[in-house]
């Protein structure tokens, strides 16, 4: 009976051992899968960031070739001379677009016109036969060109070459924008998302040619990525991202994942080398050797010390080691799923490129990444555990807690897929505008508010030059005639409705030819300049003062009578004819003649006003200059 007794308890250790065993190589391989799973996370995040990333800076680079584009459209188009205005509109433009080695204008027939970092252009810069010309010009459909890296040709660098037709409002071509993107540039993107090692990172266009690799090889740029075969099939049997493990890129055998651009033709691919991503794994399977050995050690011990007890402790024995083994497997089990989700959560934080603040209902900071870190100045540190609202300005406390509020409500904070724009502050005082979207859950502890925020500083700066080159003329600082145009219709139209008075001066600088003729250019400049101040400064705030193109202006005055009107211009010829313009040989003076239109009644319109206006000049200067004239309206006798 004792023997047989016996039998039974090695059977039984026999079975815990292997147990526990086998319960531990799945623990292993567990972690194993876990340990994957992060890399095809951190993969798939680092993919969409990068690609969001690089979307933006093409928006950016798609609106100052636009904004160029339109410019030129207004300007009349390029000239075969050296121009200038072009040529400074390159250089303000390059001067707010972050990344760029130059900005080009070239004409139809494919010779540079301008160029941002020389002036005036070499005529003998021929780019007809490169792709970022010639695609554009072909294909009138096409919007923002993307080509490989190559190198530049009025230089040596390299450079990724971007560009756009330029068309006028009659959708005549005028001839081509283009601009080189530095490819360091598009390499600080890739390592901005500071991988670990062993993970890998390739921006590519959708024929395969890569515009920048992370780490650098040396056939990065010229080798075609989607001819090697693992890539390809790939992405054609994961078309939504993730890749299953397999040899993706060369012999780097791993998981991967990529990003396709919805409006550029671009592509996102991250990929991981399996045994460099699995070596944590690999080294702690000696730790799991030695819990086997000394779990297997101390059960053989238990059951013999079990053995030799009394054989009526037999049953509760048994009864505890299944409670051990079942408690051992939930504590693993919890385990596994609590490291799994601290993974997932610690990958996002730490790779995301915005800034993620986490709060407790009472508005105090609990998380803080690394990119808020970056955006704010403090250190995650310093601000746990205190409020949030120590770091915004006093008024926008009151705006953050209404999206607060709405979060705690249940409406999602992102206006409308774009966040919603409010104030900041810095650690050193320094106040910014950001975007921020803000979402909320309920946890045990409580409500928890999770909010995303972005800096928007460059993009509002880049917003607001846009809107100033758009409306102002480029000499003189004062509006331009598109600008001016649209604000005339505005008055025009509200004096009508009000039956107020209006008045509208144009005015023309004399024998402005012979200026420029005898003088030059530079001087002609100046003139119309200082004749822009003199104007000016005799204008109320509500005087809406325009240049209408070379020498000719345009004056409109809401709410004021003929007769004011006359005594104003009157004045105005009478500042100009006092303006001197110091000169190497003296001083130069020059006059204005001035045509002058009422608004008539209820049926007239501005071109209507404008073409008495300049009938009334025409009467001006054939009366012989330096006077104003009126159509529609006699003057009282002097």
């Known amino acids: 009976m ?51 990333r690089m979307d933006q800076l093409l928006d950016t680079y798609d609106r100052t070739l636009s904004g160029i584009g339109e410019a030129i459209g207004a300007h009349g188009g390029l000239s075969r001379r050296p121009d200038l205005y072009l040529h400074r509109l390159l250089l303000r433009r390059h001067a707010i677009t972050p990344g760029l080695n130059w900005l080009m204008l070239a004409g139809t027939d494919g010779r540079i016109a301008e160029l941002s970092d020389r002036f005036p252009a070499s005529d003998v810069d021929d780019v007809s036969q490169w792709p970022f010309y010639q695609l554009p010009l072909r294909h009138w459909e096409m919007g923002l060109y993307i080509g490989p890296a190559q190198r530049s040709p009025h230089s040596d660098e390299p450079f990724v070459p971007v560009s756009r037709r330029v068309e006028n409002d009659g959708e005549r071509l005028l001839g081509v924008v283009a601009g080189g993107i530095n490819p360091e540039q598009l390499r600080r993107l890739l390592e901005d998302e500071d991988l670990p090692p062993g993970f890998a990172l390739h921006l590519l266009l959708e024929d395969g040619r890569a515009l920048a690799c992370l780490p650098l090889g040396p ?71 030695v819990i086997a050995l000394g779990s297997n050690i101390g059960l053989a011990a238990l059951a013999y010390f079990a053995y030799h007890q009394l054989l009526r402790r037999r049953r509760a024995l048994e009864a505890l080691r299944e409670a051990n083994q079942g408690l051992e497997a939930r504590v693993a089990q919890r385990t596994a799923e609590l490291r799994q989700r601290e993974a997932q959560a610690r990958t996002f934080m730490d790779t995301a490129m915005d800034a993620v603040v986490v709060l407790d209902q009472e508005r105090r900071v609990l998380e803080f ?26 008024q926008t406390v009151p705006i953050h807690r209404a999206l607060l509020a709405e979060a705690a409500a249940g409406h999602a904070v992102d206006g409308a897929g774009h966040g919603r724009e409010m104030l900041a502050r810095a ?18 502890g409580g409500r928890v508010f999770v909010g995303i925020l972005r800096d928007i500083s460059e993009r509002k700066a880049v917003e607001e030059e846009l809107q100033r080159l758009a409306t102002t003329d480029g000499l003189t600082g004062i509006l331009n005639r598109r600008a001016f145009t649209a604000e005339a219709e505005r008055l025009v139209a509200l004096a009508r409705r009000h039956d107020h008075p209006l008045v509208l001066f144009i005015l023309d600088a004399d024998k402005f030819k012979n200026i420029n003729d005898s003088h030059g250019h530079p001087v002609g ?27 000719e202006f345009g004056l409109l005055l809401p709410q004021t009578p003929p007769a004011g009107a006359h005594q104003l211009g009157q004045r105005l ?66």
């Open 369 to 394: 990444n690394r990119a808020a870190e970056r955006l704010f100045g403090f250190r995650a540190e310093e601000l746990l555990g205190r409020s949030v609202e120590e770091f915004m300005p006093e």
């Open 525 to 551: 400049d100046q003139v119309l300049q200082a004749l822009v101040r003199a104007i000016g400064g005799g204008l109320r705030q509500s005087d809406v003062f325009g240049r209408l193109g070379g020498e």
């Open 573 to 638: 010829l009478q500042a100009v004819r006092q303006v001197r313009l110091p000169l190497a040989q003296g001083e130069l003076s020059f006059s204005v003649s001035i045509g002058a239109s009422l608004l008539a009644g209820p049926g007239d319109d501005l071109e209507a006003m404008m073409h008495r206006a300049d009938a009334a000049l025409y009467a001006a200067k054939a009366g012989g200059r330096d006077r104003l004239a009126w159509e529609g309206w006699q003057p009282p006798a002097a």
């Open 219 to 289: 056939d990065c740029l010229e080798r075609n990525w989607l001819a090697d075969p693992g890539l390809a099939r790939a992405i054609l049997a994961a078309p939504h991202g993730p890749f299953d493990n397999g040899r993706v890129i060369g012999d780097v055998v791993g998981p991967g994942a990529f990003a396709r651009s919805e409006r550029y033709p671009v592509l996102v691919v991250a990929t991981a080398d399996e045994a460099r991503v699995l070596a944590p794994w690999r080294d702690s399977l000696p730790s799991y050797w």
């Open 427 to 444: 650690a050193n005082g320094r106040e910014f505008p950001v975007e921020v979207s803000i979402g909320s859950t309920e946890l045990a």
């Open 2 to 52: 004792a023997i047989k007794e016996s039998w039974r308890w090695i059977a039984l250790v026999l079975l815990l051992v292997c147990g526990i065993d086998l319960r531990l190589y799945f623990l292993a391989q567990d972690e194993r899968q876990a340990t994957l799973a992060w890399a095809h996370a951190t993969l798939h995040t680092s993919a969409k960031v990068l690609l969001g």
